[in-house]
């Protein structure tokens, strides 16, 4: 496969701190810092914490389908994570999202098919969502919980 997020079908937040006010407080803590999914292309592979590290990238993530959605072009999401900083490039093809970014190791670049793209991230964004309504989060005590809602508006 060119690209897929593999989610931990064991990911679990604990208890609801009532202390928390956004997605990224109630993803930031102890129990979920131990706790990865990974992202996969080509011969690629990255775990990535659900706290620490995509915690404060979910409205990278949302504004980024967004972009799709809106067929913008060319558009940059960066994301804010210090074990997961990255800056891409993306482009929009007919089909095809292009996406480029300076790592460590040299440039890099990969091409996929939009779709999939899509549906790899928004299987990452339902899990989140599913996994915080659990624990008792919604939009009454998260004030950004309306990135999450609504995903199938990215079908």
Same mark, same amino acid.
């Given at each position: 496969?060119? !690209?897929? $997020?593999?989610?931990?079908?064991?990911?679990?937040?604990? $208890?609801?701190?009532?202390?928390? *006010?956004?997605?990224?407080?109630? /993803?930031? &803590?102890?129990?979920?810092? &131990?706790?990865? !999914?990974?992202?996969?292309?080509?011969?690629?592979? /990255? =775990?990535? &914490? #659900?706290?620490?590290?995509?915690?404060? %990238?979910?409205?990278?993530?949302?504004?980024? /389908? @967004?972009? $799709?959605?809106?067929?913008?072009? =060319? +558009?940059?999401?960066?994301?804010?994570?210090?074990? !997961? +900083?990255? *800056?891409?490039?993306?482009? $929009?093809?007919?089909?095809?999202?292009?996406?480029?970014?300076?790592?460590?190791? %040299? #440039?890099?670049?990969?091409?996929?098919?939009?779709?999939? !793209?899509?549906?790899?991230?928004?299987?990452?964004?339902?899990?989140?969502?599913?996994?915080?309504? @659990? *624990?008792? #989060?919604?939009?009454? &005590?998260?004030?950004?919980?309306?990135?999450?809602?609504?995903? @199938?508006?990215?079908?």
């Amino acid at each position: 496969m060119e !690209f897929e $997020i593999i989610i931990n079908p064991n990911f679990k937040i604990g $208890i609801r701190d009532p202390e928390d *006010t956004t997605i990224s407080e109630a /993803l930031d &803590n102890r129990h979920v810092n &131990n706790q990865h !999914f990974t992202m996969k292309w080509h011969d690629t592979s /990255l =775990r990535i &914490n #659900y706290g620490t590290q995509i915690a404060d %990238g979910i409205s990278d993530v949302v504004k980024m /389908l @967004e972009a $799709i959605k809106k067929r913008e072009e =060319r +558009f940059v999401v960066t994301f804010p994570s210090q074990a !997961f +900083f990255e *800056t891409w490039i993306c482009k $929009i093809g007919k089909c095809d999202i292009n996406i480029n970014w300076d790592s460590r190791d %040299g #440039y890099e670049s990969i091409t996929m098919k939009t779709d999939l !793209f899509i549906k790899e991230w928004l299987k990452l964004l339902q899990q989140l969502r599913q996994v915080l309504r @659990e *624990t008792g #989060y919604n939009g009454t &005590n998260l004030v950004d919980f309306d990135l999450l809602e609504n995903l @199938e508006r990215f079908h």
